[in-house]
């Protein structure tokens, strides 16, 4: 998995809609995330043990990544995808929605049948995601429960074919696979998803 899809993998799924709450995002939330995403790196480069042998938990609110998202992400997002933001739910429940360009996949994709969902399906629209993310042993899996584009439910092919396409790198050029297991970046054992925050373990 590329260095930038591992960190879209990892704000995503630690939180992916309810839209951000309004005024929750700052310059000073953004770089607090920074700062923390850099102490979760160095550890996964130079080991995750504290003295005492404990594991290491490092939490980030729910207002800490939509700043992010909004001041630091746009070098690293897949162009065609904006204004992502994200609602942690408790109990790993998580919802996320971005703006996405469907056009070049609607051209791609359509088979021109009336039944197919993608000949409706074009421009710069919000898709919205909800479901569970499940981690335990450096392994996590996404239970998609539910995607709409513009509000109107959608077929989870068609979700799949989204990710795919903006997911896709020279080492994966298939991109990624929606309800396939990924390994956590950074050494993390397990990702927590409390209300309004997710805890990373390591």
Do not use: H
Not at 111 to 139: C, E, H, I, K
Not at 193 to 201: D, S, T
């Amino acid at each position: 998995m590329s260095s930038r899809l591992s960190i879209a993998v990892f704000m995503l799924l630690c939180g992916a809609g309810l839209s951000a709450r309004q005024g929750s995002v700052s310059q000073q939330q953004a770089d607090a995330f920074t700062k923390k995403l850099a102490i979760v790196t160095q550890r996964g480069i130079g080991g995750t043990q504290s003295r005492s042998g404990a594991a290491q938990r490092t939490p980030f609110t729910e207002g800490e990544v939509n700043s992010w998202f909004a001041y630091r992400s746009s070098d690293l997002m897949p162009t065609g995808v904006s204004d992502p933001r994200l609602t942690m739910a408790g109990d790993g429940k998580l919802r996320g929605t971005a703006t996405v360009d469907l056009d070049t996949i609607a051209k791609r994709k359509s088979s021109g049948s009336a039944l197919d969902p993608w000949a409706f399906l074009g421009g710069r629209l919000p898709v919205t995601v909800s479901g569970v993310l499940r981690t335990q042993n450096g392994m996590g899996q996404f239970e998609l429960q539910e995607a709409t584009v513009s509000g109107v439910p959608v077929p989870t092919s068609v979700l799949q074919d989204i990710v795919a396409y903006y997911s896709k790198s020279s080492g994966d050029p298939e991109g990624v696979r929606l309800d396939g297991p990924f390994k956590l970046p950074s050494q993390i054992k397990q990702i927590e998803v409390g209300q309004g925050q997710a805890v990373v373990v390591q």
